[in-house]
Nanobody, 123 residues
Framework: QVQLVESGGGLVQAGGSLRLSCAASGRTFSWYTMGWFRQAPGKEREFVAANNWSGGNTYYADSVKGRFTISRDNAKNTVFLQMDSLKPEDTAVYYC????????????????WGQGTQVTVSS
């Protein structure tokens, strides 16, 4: 089992930045593909970003490319999502997810999920 706890959400004005963190515990974190997803009110959950076990391979949703950066610190069992140039449409609950399988573009059925952290961007 892997337990994931997100933090760093909050209220920010459009154009601002936030850095989300996801602390993992349980089995060996460094083996896992890590991803960030989000769900806005009334919408389905959508992929945001993911990286492989080393952090050397990453994918981003087109809507966040160039503004968001995913990174990880395997020594601290933590994955981050740096969010810059935030827009009101980025408002959502953001979820961290872990998967034991290799990183594959488009995969959404991750093995483990956190409980989410709210990000609200005001205009």
């Amino acid at each position: 089992q892997v337990q994931l706890v997100e933090s760093g959400g909050g209220l920010v004005q459009a154009g601002g930045s936030l850095r989300l963190s996801c602390a993992a515990s349980g089995r060996t974190f460094s083996w896992y593909t890590m991803g960030w997803f989000r769900q806005a009110p009334g919408k389905e959950r959508e992929f945001v970003a993911a990286n492989n076990w080393s952090g050397g391979n990453t994918y981003y949703a087109d809507s966040v490319k160039g503004r968001f950066t995913i990174s990880r610190d395997n020594a601290k069992n933590t994955v981050f999502l740096q969010m810059d140039s935030l827009k009101p449409e980025d408002t959502a609950v953001y979820y961290c997810a872990a998967d034991a399988r290799p990183l594959i573009r488009g995969r959404t059925d991750y093995n483990y999920w956190g409980q989410g952290t709210q990000v609200t961007v005001s205009s």
